[in-house]
Structure formats: C-alpha cells, structure tokens
C-alpha cells in the first residue's frame, strides 16, 4: 500500500504524484499542508521531522525530500520506464533533478509566493521580476541542453524531467516575462502530450 501525505496544489508534491501515474501505481493521497496544515502534528511529525510535504508510506517504509521520493517509485519498475537501464542516462536524470534543487528551488517561490499569494498591494514587484529573471537565465541552461535531446536524460521521458516539468508548467501559466527559449518550449508540448502530466501537474495553480 502506497500512501502519499501533501495537497496536491504542492509542486514537490507533484512530483511523485506525476511519477506514481507514469507507472500506474495504485497510491492514496492525504491533503495536509497549505490551507489544511497539520505539518506540525506530532504524527506527521513523526513521519517527516523537517514538517514538509511530501512524505510517502510504502508498505511502512516512510521516506521524504520529493527527488527522493521520485527515484524511489521510479526505482521500484524494473523495465527502467521511468529510471533507466544505462548509467549514463540515470546520472543526467539525477543531475537534472539536482538542479531543480539546487538552481530553479531556491528562487521559485519567490515569484509563486509573490504572483498568488500575495495581495497586489503588497506585492515587491522589484523582487519578483529580480527572481524571474534569474530563473530565465536558469532555464536558458535547461533550453541549451535540449537543443541535443527531447528529454534531459536522452531520447526517452524519464524520472529526471519530473521536477523540471513541475516548474515548467508554472514557468508558462504565471503572468511573467518569458525569453523566446525553443527547445524549452517543445520539450514542454512534449510533456502536456502525457495523460500523467495533465492530470497531476497541469491544474490550478495556487
Ligand atoms: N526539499 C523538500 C522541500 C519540501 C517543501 O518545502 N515542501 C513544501 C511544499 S512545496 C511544504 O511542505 N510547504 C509547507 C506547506 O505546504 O504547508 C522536498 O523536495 O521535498
């Protein structure tokens, strides 16, 4: 039994929940975080101790941090349909999904928190298009390395452009200044091709 805790409105969340469609995984979703809190519950507590969404039960085996959670369901179909067979292939998915970490993480909620959850009022418009800008310049790197492949880890969708398509779809629904980047965007119709996609990922943005 698969058990996933976090709303379903969470771009971490939306990862493994992208990822448990893709392999047509049976899963039960638990809403908590945002507007239905409980992250500070001494159960959920005891599940995630960072107090963050998501965090899946597999079977009694718990694990948190999205990426993670990802490669673990990703891992659990031995036909490499999400994590693939070739070592190469596997590293450029982890490194993809690393940067998402480490370059479009750290500045997106800047723009999401600033674009939907602020009233415009008081709104720091000066810092949100400061972090858009730097997010383009991140994706301007994603766009380069599409120029070679359809996907990041080669000719085939795989788990390391899970987190990058969760960005992506709020990349082009929020109202912000985009550069003209093709390859970012034909890799983007790629992915609203995939039923998965547009049933985990492609919802209201909140
Ligand atoms: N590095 C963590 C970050 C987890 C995280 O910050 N999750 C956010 C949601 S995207 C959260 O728990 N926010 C509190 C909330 O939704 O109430 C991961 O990738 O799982």
Known sequence: MLKIWGRDTSSNV?????????????YERVDVGGPFA??????FVALNPNRKIPVIDHDGFILWESNAV????????????????????????????????S?????????I???LRTPPEKRDNAAIEKANEILESEWTVLDKHLAKTPYVAGESFSAGDIPAGVFAWRRY??????????????WYARLKERPAYQKTVMTPLS
């Open 113 to 115: 928190v600033g674009l």
């Open 38 to 43: 409980g992250l500070d519950k001494s159960e």
């Open 173 to 186: 629904e929020l109202p912000v200044k985009r550069t003209a980047l093709p390859n970012l965007d034909a």
């Open 70 to 101: 990802t490669r673990y369901l990703a891992g659990l179909d031995s036909t490499g349909k999400l994590w693939p067979k070739a070592a190469h292939e596997r590293a450029l998915a982890d490194q993809w999904m690393d940067w998402c970490n």
């Open 103 to 111: 370059h479009l993480w750290p500045v997106f909620p800047i723009v």
């Open 14 to 26: 939306q990862k493994p929940l992208w990822a448990a469609e893709e392999l047509g995984l049976s």
